[in-house]
């Protein structure tokens, strides 16, 4: 069964850092697109990243540029989400996606549980 696992959530200061990674079992990374998504209490989901099977082309949403980075290692099966100069508007759940087959982020793709991710003084 396939499944991702997304970890390294949790509560920070605003200007804070946290890394997330998402851990596949069941399926190889390879050949994939891999996003990260985040959903706000009240908000609908934004698409904040995606990185391309190769991890030669990565895209950003204009809202974490410059401050997220996301990353993959195929061989460790996870990709990673490196947050950073966090703000209270980061506040939210996020979750990794595996686009199968595709190198874009679109389409049918495999969700995990979501991490929770907390920005506050």
């Known amino acids: 069964q396939s499944q991702l696992v997304e970890s390294g959530g949790g509560l920070v200061q605003p200007g804070g850092s946290l890394r997330l990674s998402c851990a596949a079992s069941g399926l190889s990374l390879y050949y994939n697109a891999i996003g990260w998504f985040r959903q706000a209490p009240g908000k609908e989901r934004e698409g904040i990243s995606c990185?391309?099977?190769?991890?030669?082309?990565?895209n950003y949403a204009d809202s974490v540029k410059g401050r997220f980075t996301i990353s993959r290692d195929n061989d460790k099966n996870t990709a990673y989400l490196q947050m950073n100069s966090l703000k209270p508007e980061d506040t939210a759940v996020y979750y990794c996606?595996?686009?199968?087959?595709?190198?874009?982020?679109?389409?049918?793709?495999?969700w995990g549980q979501g991490t929770q991710v907390t920005v506050s003084s």
């Open positions: 996606t595996v686009h199968l087959g595709s190198d874009y982020c679109a389409g049918a793709a495999i």
């Open positions: 990185i391309s099977s190769s991890g030669g082309s990565t």
